[in-house]
């Protein structure tokens, strides 16, 4: 089974950027897609952005234009851009495959 590992959390004012990472322990472009999800206390998980292997990507509509998701496949990472962060972003993000992977996630505080 595929092991991700989240990574590039922390504390961050509003209007600060931060970028996570999502590590694969194997090759990303075996993978349909690869999504970042966050989730806030035991509230259920949130679907953030989606990427596939074509590069192809998908936002919902609180982080569009705000939130960035790329990939390096020669480091088999997934990678998450946040600029221009808000209170309401704060949570734990985790990435995830289409087999259902989760990593252990990361958290994000934005909080002046």
């Known amino acids: 089974q595929v092991q991700l590992v989240e990574s590039g959390g922390g504390l961050v004012q509003p209007g600060e950027s931060l970028r996570l990472s999502c590590a694969a322990s194997?090759?990303?472009?075996?993978?349909?897609?690869v999504a970042w999800y966050r989730q806030v206390e035991d509230n259920p998980r949130d679907w953030v952005a989606t990427?596939?292997?074509?590069?192809?990507?998908n936002y919902a509509d609180s982080v569009k234009g705000r939130f960035t998701i790329s990939r390096d496949s020669a480091k088999n990472t997934v990678y998450l851009q946040m600029n221009s962060v808000k209170p309401e972003d704060t949570a734990v993000y985790y990435c995830?495959?289409?087999?259902?992977?989760w990593g252990q996630g990361t958290q994000v505080t934005v909080s002046s």
């Open positions: 995830v495959d289409p087999e259902g992977s």
């Open positions: 194997k090759s990303i472009n075996d993978f349909a897609f």
């Open positions: 990427i596939t292997p074509g590069g192809s990507t």
